[in-house]
Nanobody
Framework: QVQLVESGGGLVQAGGSLRLSCAASGRTFSTYAMGWLRQAPGKEREFVAG????????AYADSVKGRFTISRDNAKNSVYLQMNSLKPDDTAVYYC??????????????WGPGTQVTVSS
């Protein structure tokens, strides 16, 4: 089992950048594929980005391609989401998630509590 905690959310103006971090507990972080998902008010949770165990393969939602970058550091038990050129539509609670199977996308088995990202226009 893995426990996840996100950090780095906040308020930013449109066009700005934020870097989200997710710290994982345990010594088996490298055995999980990881992902970032988000949920805006009144909307369903949606996939943002995913990364496989080694970090060499990633995937992105069309809405964030070219603006967001997912990465991981297995030595630090962490996964990151660099968000550039932020738009008001990116406003949401962002969740870090993990799954045992080395696949991109869900379903994810473990979730963090989330971190709020608000982009002002």
């Amino acid at each position: 089992q893995v426990q996840l905690v996100e950090s780095g959310g906040g308020l930013v103006q449109a066009g700005g950048s934020l870097r989200l971090s997710c710290a994982a507990s345990g010594r088996t972080f490298s055995t999980y594929a990881m992902g970032w998902l988000r949920q805006a008010p009144g909307k369903e949770r949606e996939f943002v980005a995913g990364i496989r165990r080694s970090g060499s393969i990633t995937a992105y939602a069309d809405s964030v391609k070219g603006r967001f970058t997912i990465s991981r550091d297995n030595a630090k038990n962490s996964v990151y989401l660099q968000m550039n050129s932020l738009k008001p539509d990116d406003t949401a609670v962002y969740y870090c998630a993990a799954r045992r199977a080395d696949l991109l996308g869900g379903p994810y088995e473990y979730w963090g509590p989330g971190t709020q990202v608000t982009v002002s226009s």
